[in-house]
């Protein structure tokens, strides 16, 4: 019963905070003509994609417009620069939780200056929609938007330490999760009633992506380890002693970047004023195969590059190598380094397939059903999705199972 009341309060405490942080972005920062604001980015495709993150904030221009997404694109700047400077990879490395810590504290000051820089972009962008532009709506906005997004943070953090889940990855659940409704109002606001044969199709194909979707995120290839005390002892490899690699490392990341990728030639299209380079930009958005093939290709590569972001094959042969441990039939050091390299390669060339396999069902769906709304970004929502409810419901069950043990103990 103590188990439960302590679970429930960490349930509410997040439910709270997130409410909080979805009303922040309905409340409008003032000086802006919203309606002229709304219709004339209506259709903007670089905007459509960053209101995924959002929740729709960037259509609204509510004081957390910015959301989640200056802490976002800081914590990725950090794990970059934590690869290429010594000292940054020294703190995670060797200094501990207290390094851990300090990271933590360089990432918040990056994100407040990250914010202010992505203030100041929006501030130049809206200003055809502004009624007065002067100095003091700048300085208004600038303090709205940072301030707002600060705040975001702060109630990601809490829900990490005391609440369930991971913060940020609830607050961008949560803000695909309010777009669903306006999604498929979208969807069929042109058309009286959706075609049963076309539903039937619908269907079936939503339920492959979502099966393709677990498939990619909970798979992961088993690599049998041994220690020298195990093999002295039973002088066999134990079934249950293994180094788990994801088929996906990168997670929904590289699907991520790719979309923004090529969301920006849309969005330089509206910008650009010379007719020849805007035939050409409208051309490739035009070209269903070469944009399916540059979008595949973007995957792959941005599936390699975060992949070695996340994983050092390195340091994990020279971690086996302090343990004690080894995998049968391969010698420690170089040789481990480079057959888990081998392995890791063929493991990520399949879990771009899969995302690339995943990212191209909306726009088979589009193709089929002429549901245009699915088309482009489904995947990104979905993978976003998928991902963050199991590893929240991971989480409870651990939970659960950890008091539970504690109390059996006691």
């Known amino acids: 019963m103590q188990i439960n009341k302590i679970l429930v309060k960490k349930i509410i405490l997040t439910l709270f905070l997130l409410i909080i942080a979805r009303m922040g972005i309905f409340i409008p920062v003032p000086g802006i003509d919203h309606d002229a604001f709304y219709n004339g980015t209506g259709n903007n495709a670089l ?34 620069l934590t690869k ?27 994100t407040l200056l990250w914010a202010i820089i992505q203030s100041i972009g929006i501030c130049i962008w809206i200003k055809p929609y502004v009624f007065y532009w ?34 940020p990855s609830l607050i961008i659940f949560q803000n695909i999760i309010s777009g669903i409704p306006q999604t498929l109002k979208n969807s069929l606001a042109n058309q009286e009633t959706l075609i049963l044969n076309q539903s ?31 093999l002295i002892k039973q002088n066999e490899v134990n079934p249950q002693s293994y180094l788990p690699l994801k088929l996906n490392q990168g997670g929904v990341m590289p699907i991520v970047f790719a979309s923004a990728a090529m969301a920006l030639p849309a969005y330089l299209s509206s910008l650009i004023t010379n007719l020849n380079l805007k035939r050409i930009i409208d051309t490739y958005i035009n070209n269903s195969i070469i944009y399916i093939v540059l979008y595949g290709a973007l995957i792959i590569f941005f599936s390699y590059f975060y992949s070695s972001l996340v994983l050092n094959t390195e340091d994990l042969s020279n971690n086996l190598k302090k343990m004690g441990a080894s995998i049968p039939n391969i010698r420690p050091g170089e040789d481990t380094n480079e057959y888990l390299k081998k392995i890791l390669n063929r493991l990520t060339f399949l879990g771009s397939i899969f995302l690339f396999s995943v990212a191209l069902v909306p726009s088979i769906i589009a193709q089929i059903t002429h549901i245009n709304s699915f088309k482009g970004f489904g995947a990104t929502s979905l993978l976003i999705l998928v991902g963050v409810a199991i590893d929240t419901a991971k989480q409870i069950q651990t939970y659960i199972i950890s008091e539970k043990y504690e109390s059996l103990m006691k």
């Not at 010594?86 to 000051?109: A, D, H, M, V």
């Open 47 to 80: 905007i459509n994609f960053l209101n995924i993150f959002s929740g729709g904030g960037f259509s609204t221009i509510g004081i957390f417009a910015l959301g989640i997404v200056p802490y976002i694109n800081s914590s990725l700047i950090i794990q970059l």
């Open 134 to 167: 002067n100095i003091n709506f700048i300085l208004d906005v600038i303090i709205s938007l940072s301030t707002g997004s600060i705040i975001v943070m702060w109630f990601s953090e809490i829900i990490t330490e005391k609440g369930i889940g991971n913060g």
């Open 200 to 230: 039937l199709i619908f269907i079936p194909l939503f339920i492959s992506m979502l099966v393709i979707t677990v498939l990619v995120q909970e798979g992961i290839r088993k690599i049998n380890i041994i220690s020298a005390r195990q």
């Open 84 to 110: 290429t400077i010594p000292s940054l990879e020294n703190l995670q490395k060797e200094e501990g939780e207290k390094g851990r810590q300090k990271i933590n504290q360089i990432t918040r000051y990056l």
